[in-house]
């Protein structure tokens, strides 16, 4: 990377460095169950809703609990249920519609980060109806305040139900995009373990490692807090403990409790310190190939590690230790490398491949040319890397090597 770019690059990041004291962010309220969601609505007279949710979590049932509870205290809801993976501006047109033709007042959105995504840009869309959602890609061009949007996710992975983006893709271009700006935080979040339970053993696995990139990201980046430091160090050594055992016991209710309290500590770190290079490249395969975000992440992720070489030794040092994965007595570059080790073992024993088939070598110009414009200058990564250096990584990501 040229000197005048690296330089307007890291300008960028240390104005948002030191203007992150002044910022609104905000913590969602926590709610404890589903009663509690009715006193938040009937306290802000709220009598109609649009629940967003995923129509394999419609179809099994998971929504019908909180449903039947709203509607016997006399507030409508109306379900929106065709949120797909890496969700399309497509679905946030058809919700939009659904809530503007009933006369809905507030948002809930149900299931992972695709539903929370869905649900934030529709809260976008109904605080802008003279702008799309094109117009308000990146960063803080939402400005008006969204519905009451409460986050109910059945996932621990993705931590949406903390942060102020939402991830869309355009339905013509394939194109994926953030929408960032502090309105997008959910008011109020349920964190109820008993929604994952019935995940399948793959969905726990890709949204486990989500979760465990955000906390990476967010911790050696250049922009952390000692509060988004201690949230990364925190869902980190969760996410080793809980993982694997969530896993493999689909029931225990300690380990997904765990989980979503992990989740939900990355979800505060990442939304302050933002990610990395890992979510770039992750969010260009989501866009054009569908490729699946926490298992994307979860392949990318020792790639782009070993791509920032000594710039992180002592960093992911301190995580190991931390997560006591090892002792202080190793030093820092082979502290660093274990720890990555450690990364691709927890894959490998969840069967999460160390490649992505989908990958056509004549994409990936054009892939790293989106990864490097979503990264460049605003993720505060520790080693700026250009076009050509992450086209080098998606050809080791195909290739698994």
Same mark, same amino acid.
Not at 190 to 197: G, I, W
Not at 332 to 342: D, P, Q, T, V, W
């Given at each position: 990377m040229n000197f005048f770019k690296k330089a307007y690059c890291r300008t960028y990041q240390a104005i948002f460095r030191l203007a992150l004291p002044l910022l609104p962010y905000k913590d969602p309220q926590m709610l404890k169950d589903e009663v509690e969601i009715v006193t938040v609505l009937q306290q802000t007279q709220i009598s109609c809703v649009l629940l967003v949710t995923t129509k394999e979590l419609f179809t099994r049932g998971l929504c019908s609990s909180l449903i039947k509870t709203l509607n016997k205290n006399n507030i409508t809801v109306i379900i929106y249920s065709d949120t797909v993976p890496n969700p399309t501006t497509d679905n946030v047109e058809t919700a939009l519609q659904l809530y503007q033709q009933q006369n809905c007042q507030g948002l809930i959105a149900f299931?992972?980060?695709?539903?929370?995504?869905?649900?934030?840009?529709?809260?976008?869309?109904?605080?802008?109806?003279?702008?799309?959602?094109?117009?308000?890609?990146g960063i803080l061009k939402v400005h008006k305040k969204i519905p009451t949007l409460i986050a109910v996710p059945t996932t621990a992975g993705t931590g949406s139900e903390t942060t102020l983006a939402a991830v869309i893709t355009d339905s013509k271009t394939r194109l994926k995009y953030a929408i960032n700006d502090f309105p997008l935080i959910p008011s109020y979040a349920?964190?109820?373990?008993?929604?994952?339970?019935g995940l399948p053993p793959d969905i726990t696995a890709?949204?486990?490692?989500?979760? @465990?990139?955000?906390?990476?990201? $967010?911790?050696?980046?250049? %922009?952390?807090?000692?509060?988004?430091r201690e949230c990364a160090l925190n869902a980190t050594k969760l996410i080793f403990e809980n993982l694997l055992t969530a896993y493999k016991y689909g029931d225990n209710m300690q380990a997904r409790e765990n989980m979503l309290v992990a989740s939900f500590n990355a979800g505060k770190a990442f939304s302050k310190s933002y990610v990395g290079y890992v979510h770039a490249i992750a969010h260009s395969l989501g866009g054009k190939y569908n490729v699946a975000h926490g298992f994307a992440n979860a392949v990318i992720l020792p790639y782009v590690l070993k791509k920032y070489g000594k710039t992180i030794y002592k960093k992911l040092w301190q995580m190991g230790v931390y997560a006591k994965l090892?002792?202080?007595? @190793?030093?820092?570059?082979?502290? $660093?490398?274990?720890?990555? %080790?450690?990364?691709?073992?927890?894959?490998?024993?969840?069967?999460?491949?160390?490649h992505i088939?989908?990958?056509?070598?004549?994409d990936i110009p054009t892939l790293a040319q989106r990864a490097e414009k979503e990264a460049n200058p605003l993720y505060p990564v520790p080693k700026l890397l250009t076009a050509k250096q992450l086209e080098e990584i998606y050809l080791e990501v195909k290739n698994g090597k």
């Open positions: 299931g992972g980060g695709s539903a929370m995504d869905c649900a934030k840009a529709v809260g976008a869309r109904v605080a802008n109806p003279n702008k799309t959602l094109a117009q308000m890609k349920l964190l109820d373990a008993k929604l994952t339970v890709n949204t486990g490692m989500d979760a @465990l990139t955000h906390a990476v990201e $967010a911790y050696i980046g250049q %922009s952390t807090t000692k509060q988004t090892f002792d202080k007595t @190793l030093s820092y570059e082979n502290g $660093a490398k274990l720890f990555i %080790s450690k990364i691709e073992e927890l894959n490998k024993q969840m069967n999460i491949d160390n088939d989908q990958i056509q070598e004549q």
